[in-house]
């Protein structure tokens, strides 16, 4: 059964920092790109940051410069260090494993909050 956990979220002040964690259990984990979406009240949900297997990332245009995407294969898990927080930062992260080539996969884990407020 995979299962992916995503803690770390929080209530922070604009300018904060918050650092999200996804442990992944069931799959590979190297074999699979790990990837933060969000989602805010009333807005479509839209990639973060990805990280590859391929020891790539990528980020949305929004938080460059400000997050930060890492991944320990070693513990199987993902990172997301968010930097110098913005009210509009403020939704739900979700914590995404991806493989397109076989044997695939896509999962997602249960999400956290993170609220951006002063």
């Known amino acids: 059964q995979v299962q992916l956990v995503e803690s770390g979220g929080g209530l922070v002040q604009p300018g904060g920092s918050l650092r999200l964690s996804c442990a992944a259990s069931?799959?590979?984990?190297?074999?699979?790109?790990m990837g933060w979406h969000r989602r805010a009240p009333g807005k479509q949900s839209e990639l973060v940051a990805a990280?590859?297997?391929?020891?790539?990332?990528n980020y949305v245009d929004s938080v460059k410069g400000r997050f930060t995407i890492s991944r320990d294969n070693d513990k199987n898990t993902v990172y997301l260090q968010m930097n110098s927080l913005k009210f509009e930062d403020t939704a739900v992260y979700y914590c995404?494993?991806?493989?397109?080539?076989?044997?695939?996969?896509?999962?997602w884990g249960q999400g956290t909050q993170v609220t951006v407020s002063s």
């Open positions: 069931g799959i590979i984990f190297t074999m699979y790109t």
């Open positions: 995404n494993a991806d493989r397109r080539s076989p044997p695939r996969g896509n999962y």
């Open positions: 990280f590859t297997s391929g020891g790539i990332t």
